[in-house]
């Protein structure tokens, strides 16, 4: 059974910073490499950045390069987003997606739940 649960959203001020967990399993963990991306109200779900599990090399959006940062931790089948000065903008859905590493959602057959971030000014 493919499978990616997040954890980790919230309310936080402009400025804070927060982490986001994907636990992984099934298919979704044989994938190469975990995306995250994100949807605002209105908008179209954006790629926020992914890494590639074995080599952890990672790509990001221009939008958050420099204040986020992916990693993860193979042995417990995890990925990680952790985001620093955030901004109101930063408000979205939040999901993780196992594929392989691309900027679009075509690449990832697996996706999680989403979880709520909300920065509030």
């Known amino acids: 059974q493919v499978q990616l649960v997040e954890s980790g959203g919230g309310l936080v001020q402009a400025g804070d910073s927060l982490r986001l967990s994907c636990a992984t399993s099934g298919r979704a963990f044989s994938s190469p490499a975990m995306g995250w991306f994100r949807q605002a109200p209105g908008k179209e779900r954006e790629f926020v950045g992914g890494i590639m599990w074995t080599s952890g090399y990672t790509d990001y959006a221009d939008s958050v390069k420099g204040r986020f940062t992916i990693s993860r931790d193979s042995a417990k089948n995890m990925g990680f987003l952790q985001m620093g000065t955030l901004k109101p903008e930063d408000t979205a859905v939040y999901y993780c997606?196992?594929?392989?590493?691309?900027?679009?959602?075509?690449?990832?057959?697996?996706w999680g739940q989403g979880t709520q971030v909300t920065v509030s000014s």
């Open positions: 997606a196992a594929g392989t590493l691309g900027r679009t959602r075509y690449f990832y057959p697996y």
